[in-house]
């Protein structure tokens, strides 16, 4: 078998990403260098601001206690969009904010981020009836100056029922059409992570901050323990970002400047879940209002899967540890079955369910407790010590939360100011002419239509350097999951370009195996190990620690309490 970089090799060389840097490189590099930045936290803010601080010239380094992703930034509703429901609340500039950066999205990652149709059915005493409906709809579009995909449309009841046949007629009035935009939010972390590594940054998961290195009051670093070596690095860094969002007030407590009574961050729980397609078919994504509580919830298509959420309550669980419980599986069946009767689902339709923690700002909540209502605008603080810290904010504008973090960090290192680049510069894979043609092409490439659109999807313009390895060696274009459109390829990929150290960072994140299969991708694990095991250096014990290792992380992401926590 010819090596895998000798395969790599044999592409001509546009095609070839550069691979990381080697783990242990990197790991000399934190504790051999000074940093004008360092980063705690590898969700999409804050390896967004690893990206941008490196693309302006400031020498990175970012740490991530677990892997990049593996909080609430790959459990959420996969959504980039202007928040309609958050013009029930006053929120404008958060909408408009959120809409300039949907359209940007789709042009920057159009392999991560494409456009979703949703279709809202309006009933018979619905809390926004009809002509409430249309009007913030046209304020929505009005907000995204109106350069949305499309513009809104007004539905008849005839025609909410053309575009969603299973849908319960019973008091329907009508409703409307509009869009907004679908992610793999799991992969457009890695994204920023890979181009913050690209751009210069040391990047490295699995790493946690032991303690903050304080001097005369002054944060000037930290001591970064290795998780996979038990190795600690003492990291030097002029200015210390904490963009760990529902862990925050953790690092806040190791600040021993910091004087806060009481939490910056307050987290809800947001709970989704997976059932076939085939049992609850639909057409577009549909925005609803829950029978059981009124809140605004979604059913979104998902290949051959079809999601429903979310659900939004208080929690004591650590973030961590949070999943969902028996109580969110029945709300959230309970209120798809109220809009699609027929398809009767149950425990058993069940394929998966997941828990993340929004970690919203407090300031954001103004005196109210409601979750639902509390303001999704991120705020930046400094603690007296100068560490800087970034709560609130969603998904969508995670890159503008990124930006204003580096124009602190600027700011507080009084350097002059040099302008963002990351609202023009494509993420990695993101340079695409026609995403069609790279469809065309995978199509005729793979022969597997399922497989050639998720690799489009998930590598954008990188696939062939996956597909390559695939292509030399026969036994890697084999599936990790039968009925599923992954290979064994990307294991091999994962580890040598994406920085997968674990069974989870593979199935969990740059794959969504563990979503998708009712074993949360225990099975795919043997199959993913025996591909791993000798890129990583793993033996005999060591692959069975990392199985068993596998079995525990996904019982705690995807197992199902008794009981809220």
């Given at each position: 078998m010819r090596s895998e970089s000798a395969v790599l090799r044999s592409l001509p060389a546009l095609t070839i990403p550069s691979p990381p840097p080697s783990r242990a490189e990197r790991l000399r590099a934190l504790g051999a260098e000074s940093f004008d930045l360092l980063v705690i936290g590898g969700g999409v803010t804050g390896a967004g601001a690893a990206r941008d601080a490196a693309l302006r010239g400031l020498k990175v380094a970012l740490v991530e206690r677990e892997d990049f992703a593996s909080g609430t930034s790959s459990r959420s509703s996969r959504l980039i969009h202007g928040g309609l429901r958050y013009l029930e609340h006053g929120h404008l500039g958060l909408v408009f904010e959120s809409s300039i950066?949907?359209?940007?999205?789709?042009?920057?990652?159009?392999?991560?981020?494409?456009?979703?149709?949703?279709?809202w059915p309006v009933y018979a005493g619905a809390r926004v009836p009809r002509w409430k409906l249309n009007a913030g709809l046209m304020l929505y579009d009005a907000l995204s100056l109106f350069r949305n995909v499309k513009a809104y449309q007004r539905?008849?009841?005839?025609?909410?029922?053309?575009a969603e046949p299973g849908i319960r007629s019973e008091g329907l009035k009508g409703g409307a059409r509009y869009y907004d935009a679908a992610t793999d939010d799991a992969r457009l972390t890695l994204a920023n992570a890979l181009g913050a590594s690209e751009a210069g940054a040391v990047v490295l998961n699995h790493a946690s901050v032991k303690r903050l290195v304080l001097e005369d009051g002054k944060a000037t670093g930290a001591v970064v323990v290795d998780h996979l070596t038990g190795a600690?690095?003492?990291?030097?860094?002029?200015?210390?970002v904490n963009a760990t969002g529902p862990w925050s007030d953790e690092i806040r407590q190791l600040d021993a400047g910091t004087t806060r009574s009481g939490p910056a961050v307050r987290g809800s729980k947001g709970v989704h879940i997976a059932v076939p397609r085939s049992r609850l078919s639909i057409q577009d994504a549909l925005t609803l209002l829950s029978p059981v509580d009124g809140r605004v919830m979604f059913i979104l298509p998902a290949d051959g899967f079809t999601l429903i959420g979310t659900t939004e309550t208080a929690t004591r669980a650590h973030p961590a540890e949070v999943r969902a419980s028996e109580?969110?599986?029945?709300?959230?069946?309970?209120?798809?079955?109220?809009?699609?009767?027929e398809a009767q689902l149950t425990r058993d339709d069940l394929v998966s369910?997941?828990?993340?923690?929004?970690?919203?700002?407090?300031?954001?909540?103004?005196?109210?407790?409601?979750?639902?209502?509390?303001?999704?605008?991120?705020?930046?603080d400094v603690s007296p010590s100068g560490v800087l810290a970034i709560s609130g904010g969603k998904l969508t504008t995670f890159r503008v939360m990124a930006r204003d973090v580096v124009n602190a960090v600027e700011r507080h290192l009084s350097m002059p100011h040099r302008k963002s680049t990351?609202?023009?510069?494509?993420?990695?894979?993101?340079?695409?002419?026609?995403?069609?043609?790279?469809?065309?092409?995978?199509?005729?490439?793979?022969?597997?239509?399922?497989t050639a659109e998720h690799l489009v999807r998930a590598y954008g313009s990188r696939w062939r350097a996956v597909w390559a390895l695939a292509r030399?060696?026969?036994?890697?274009?084999?599936?990790?999951?039968?009925?599923?459109?992954?290979?064994?390829?990307?294991?091999?990929?994962?580890?040598?370009?994406?920085?997968?150290?674990?069974?989870?960072?593979?199935?969990?994140?740059?794959?969504?195996?563990?979503?998708e299969t009712r074993d949360q991708g225990r099975s795919a694990a043997v199959r993913a190990a025996s591909v791993m095991a000798p890129l990583l250096g793993w033996d005999a014990e060591q692959t069975e620690r990392q199985l068993a290792a596998y079995d525990v992380d996904a019982q705690r992401i995807f197992g199902v309490d008794p009981a809220d926590a």
């Open positions: 950066e949907r359209r940007r999205l789709l042009t920057l990652a159009p392999h991560l981020v494409r456009p979703l149709a949703f279709v539905l008849s009841l005839k025609q909410v029922l053309a600690e690095h003492t990291v030097r860094a002029r200015a210390v109580s969110d599986v029945a709300y959230l069946l309970a209120s798809a079955n109220a809009f699609f009767p369910a997941w828990a993340g923690i929004r970690p919203l700002a407090a300031s954001g909540y103004h005196g109210n407790t409601d979750a639902g209502s509390a303001s999704r605008e991120h705020a930046i990351t609202d023009a510069r494509p993420l990695p894979g993101g340079d695409i002419a026609k995403l069609a043609t790279e469809f065309a092409a995978a199509r005729e490439e793979v022969g597997d239509v399922a030399e060696t026969p036994e890697l274009a084999e599936p990790l999951v039968e009925g599923l459109p992954y290979r064994l390829a990307e294991a091999a990929w994962g580890v040598s370009h994406e920085m997968v150290q674990t069974l989870a960072d593979l199935l969990i994140r740059r794959l969504k195996v563990a979503f």
